[in-house]
Structure formats: C-alpha cells, structure tokens
C-alpha cells in the first residue's frame, strides 16, 4: 500500500475546482440522506462538515486528502 495526496490551495485552481469541488465535496453531498438517516450524521453536524468542507475552496483556505493505493492479487494453487 502507498500513500498518494492530494493538495488543493490557491495557487492549484485547477485542482480546487476538479477535485475539491466537483469530486470530493460533491461525493459527500450526495450521501446526505443516507448519512442522516443511518445515524451516521446528525443534520446539524452534517450542515457543520458541509460548510466546512466548502470553506475549503474560498482564497485563502486548503484542502489537503490522503488516499492509498493497495494492488489485490490473486494467487493461483495447484
């Protein structure tokens, strides 16, 4: 497993937009109900991270996100 980041500031506009926005940020949107009604979120903390979350792509803000990479094999027997 490896380690890759992603950073998103100012200076990166595109990455702000393309990942921050219109990735992460909207893959977190889209579970709101689910997130809700599992108990996971309250509505208040979940209006809380939203607005958390966007505050990131404002000029002076960052977003900083560690993702890992892991390759699965399959090993033959026999």
């Known amino acids: 497993m490896s380690p890759r980041n992603v950073y998103a500031a100012t200076?990166?506009?595109?990455?702000?937009s393309g990942f921050s926005e219109k990735?992460?940020?909207a893959i977190v949107?889209?579970?709101?109900d689910e997130?809700?009604?599992s108990g996971c979120n309250s509505k208040e903390k979940?209006?809380?991270a939203m607005a958390d979350f966007n505050r990131?792509?404002?000029?002076k803000e960052t977003f900083?996100?560690?993702f890992f990479k892991a390759v699965g094999r399959k090993?033959?027997?026999g």
């Open 11 to 16: 200076l990166r506009p595109g990455v702000v």
């Open 23 to 25: 990735t992460f940020i």
């Open 29 to 32: 949107a889209g579970i709101r």
């Open 35 to 37: 997130a809700i009604a």
């Open 46 to 48: 979940r209006q809380k």
């Open 56 to 59: 990131t792509v404002g000029q």
């Open 64 to 66: 900083c996100y560690i």
């Open 75 to 77: 090993w033959m027997t």
